[in-house]
């Protein structure tokens, strides 16, 4: 059992950065694939980036945000954290952080995780 919290979000010009943050809670956090998902109004949830488990050194990033998102993870701390720089409007949604086990697939596939957050808010204004 993993619970996560996300941390981070706010309101920010467009351009601006924000980071967002995930503490994870439970044992056994580095043996998690972690991943950062967002939802805007009226859209489905889409993947935003994901960060393998152990020493966190593969990583996915949305096209949408390559080159402008960041994901880490650091497991002394139990945390992973989203790095968002030069934001866009259409960045806004509420954004999630999730994990899965030992479970083979994509990062993209969201059915994969299984412990999910409950999310916070992130608006761009233009």
């Known amino acids: 059992q993993v619970q996560l919290v996300e941390s981070g979000g706010g309101l920010v010009q467009a351009g601006g950065s924000l980071r967002l943050s995930c503490a994870a809670a439970?044992?056994?956090?580095?043996?998690?694939?972690m991943g950062w998902f967002r939802q805007a109004p009226g859209k489905e949830r889409e993947f935003v980036a994901g960060?393998?488990?152990?020493?966190?050194?593969?990583?996915l990033l949305a096209d949408s945000v390559k080159g402008r998102f960041t994901i880490s993870r650091d497991n002394a701390k139990n945390t992973v954290t989203l790095q968002m720089n030069s934001l866009k409007p259409e960045d806004t949604a509420v954004y999630y952080c999730?994990?899965?086990?030992?479970?083979?697939?994509?990062?993209?596939?969201?059915?994969?995780?299984?412990?999910w957050g409950q999310g916070t808010q992130v608006a761009v204004s233009s």
């Open positions: 439970g044992r056994t956090f580095s043996m998690y694939t």
């Open positions: 999730a994990a899965k086990g030992p479970v083979s697939g994509p990062y993209y596939r969201s059915e994969d995780y299984a412990y």
């Open positions: 960060v393998s488990g152990g020493t966190g050194s593969g990583t």
